[in-house]
Every structure is written in C-alpha cells, then in structure tokens.
C-alpha cells in the first residue's frame, strides 16, 4: 500500500515536515520505494518538492490517532489510518503536538 497523497509526513532523518504530493518514477540511483521504481514527492512548502523514500517517512497523526490529510474528512481519515497501520510498524506514526 502507498502513502496516499495529501498525508502529512516527516522526514525521520532530516525532520522537515510536508505533504505526499504523488509518486516520481526513479531511472537512477539506489534509494527507491518498496516497488523498486518510485519515491515519494514531500512537498514542504517551497517551490521544489522533495523526493523521498518511504522508509524515511514518518506519518504524522492528531489528536484523536487519525492520520493528517489535506482536505479529509474524519470517517475517510479512519479508514487510511487503519489501512496504513495495517502494514508500517508502530513506530512509523507520530503524534504531531
């Protein structure tokens, strides 16, 4: 499962924080998706985006345990935070305070 995009996510080395604004296909270089093919593209306000790969992300939560998205209702929010849980480890979700 991808991270689906307009999820907040930060960066677990470099700590700048964004949203998952898509995927980039990768013709070089060793850091990739799971899939082999992709990184993610982090937008984090500035006018180039960052490519990331997934195990570099952290998911970003609220609150009430539900994953940040842009423009998400609660109910859709639960079902990609269950989805999402349902394949990363525990410690890959962060509670943003």
């Known amino acids: 499962m991808r991270i689906p995009d ?7 080395h470099e700590g700048y924080i964004g ?4 995927l980039t296909e990768i013709v070089t270089g060793p850091n990739r998706n ?3 093919k992709t990184q993610y593209r982090m937008n984090t306000g500035a006018p180039d985006r960052q490519l990331v ?3 570099d992300l ?10 940040i998205m842009l423009r998400q209702k609660a109910p859709y ?3 990609v935070t269950q989805s999402l849980q349902s394949v990363f480890a525990a ?7």
């Open 6 to 12: 307009g999820t907040k996510v930060k960066h677990r």
């Open 19 to 22: 949203f998952i604004d898509g």
């Open 34 to 36: 799971p899939d082999g």
């Open 53 to 55: 790969t997934e195990n």
């Open 58 to 67: 952290s998911i970003l939560m609220d609150d009430e345990e539900l994953v």
């Open 77 to 79: 929010r639960r079902a």
């Open 91 to 97: 410690d890959r979700f962060l509670k943003l305070s």
